[in-house]
């Protein structure tokens, strides 16, 4: 009897040493794949990205180069559309992804161009003030960081040979906030032709001039074009959209306003969002319109900011791209899948892989 209760003992000693191993592997497992695909994969994917040199290198000019980066097209979730998987999952990503990004690449401003938000316009006081409080939580960075973000109705400034341009009130109706833009704008138009003058006379009395050198436009709303026809790259909008015309002050800025903005500011480079996807285009022989994909996997599964070497008088863009929302679904399922093997090995309900393996082997020796 005694004889029988030890090997009952043992048998479910065994059993529970099997399920206990069987739980650690599957810990171990989800652990695994949780911090390489929460974590590790945004600075695998991030480290590859690199400054672009300028061609004059700053040090040979005596200038700075400040190194910016340009994102655009968060659409953080609100409380009327948002729903909470959707909006932990995205913004998660983007918090992770710009983290990482300031952690490895170290710039110096930071400019997001529009659409920070997805429900600004119908938000109450307080459903804005949560909005707020969680950009700032995504977004957070040091004191020697700047942030600057292309939205409202004071935006309208010139920061580091950078206008930024609030062009949603370029609506050309006379409304009051339209009215205050453009004033604005004609101010800036005013300083920067005084500083491009070589001789101080005439309408050009303000000591406080800036910098000669030509801006760079950032803003959120493309200048006008007919549609992204002639858009190409892994992140240009899809195939069968590219020809869909754009509507003037709904896609795009009317023709009237971006002459008026090429007239005004006569910029070396703009910088825009709003269409969520690559495209370069020249305005005029020499002006140079980079549209910016959106930073938030809710709106492509591919996105990516740019990284600017900016010195007054050059610039170098390159892109870096953001791991891919499918590469990280398509290793939550391999993971899952392995989990079942695991899983249904353990319980002798399928061959293990190596048993199988070895008496196929010792068939194939026998014949």
């Not at 316009?121 to 909005?131: E, I, T």
């Not at 580091?160 to 609030?166: L, R």
């Not at 303000?206 to 803003?219: E, I, N, R, T, Y």
Request: with cysteine.
């Amino acid at each position: 009897m005694a004889l029988i209760r030890l090997g009952f003992g043992r048998q479910h000693f065994c059993l529970l040493k099997r399920r206990s191993f069987l739980m650690l592997k599957l810990a171990a497992l989800v652990f695994a794949v949780v911090l390489f695909c929460e974590f590790l994969i945004y600075y695998l994917v991030i480290f590859r990205c690199d400054w672009p040199e300028v061609k004059t290198p700053a040090s040979d000019s005596g200038q700075k180069t400040l190194k910016a980066m340009f994102l655009a097209d968060t659409h953080l979730l609100g409380e009327v559309r948002g729903h909470w998987l959707d909006k932990l999952r995205r913004e998660w990503q983007m918090e992770r992804a710009f983290q990482t990004a300031l952690r490895l690449l170290q710039p110096e401003v930071v400019f997001i161009l529009g659409d920070i938000f997805d429900e600004g316009k119908w938000s109450s006081s307080q459903a804005w003030a949560d909005d707020v409080e969680r950009f700032q939580k995504i977004f957070r960075h040091p004191r020697h960081v700047q942030l600057k973000v292309v939205a409202g109705n004071h935006d309208i400034g010139f920061h580091y040979h950078f206008v930024m341009v609030n062009s949603v009130a370029l609506e050309g109706d006379g409304c009051h906030i339209c009215s205050e833009a453009e004033a604005e704008l004609i101010e800036i138009s005013r300083k920067l032709n005084c500083s491009r003058k070589e001789r101080r006379s005439g309408p050009c009395p303000d000591p406080q001039l800036l910098p000669a050198s030509a801006p760079v436009l950032l803003q959120h709303f493309p200048l006008y074009r007919r549609s992204d026809a002639n858009c190409s790259g892994e992140d240009a909008a899809p195939l069968e959209e590219r020809g869909i015309p754009f509507k003037e002050r709904y896609d795009v800025l009317s023709q009237e306003a971006s002459q008026q903005l090429l007239w005004w500011l006569r910029p070396r480079l703009i910088l825009s969002g709003h269409t969520h996807s690559a495209c370069e285009v020249l305005h005029g022989a020499e002006v140079p319109e980079i549209s910016v994909p959106s930073f938030s996997w809710r709106n492509r599964n591919n996105p990516s900011f740019i990284m600017g070497s900016m010195t007054p008088t050059e610039y170098a863009l390159a892109k870096c791209y953001l791991p891919y929302e499918d590469t990280v679904l398509a290793t939550y399922c391999v993971a899952a899948g392995l989990l079942v093997v695991l899983i249904l090995v353990h319980s002798e309900l399928l061959p293990s892989p190596f048993l199988f393996g070895w008496n196929l082997l010792r068939k194939f020796k026998t014949t």
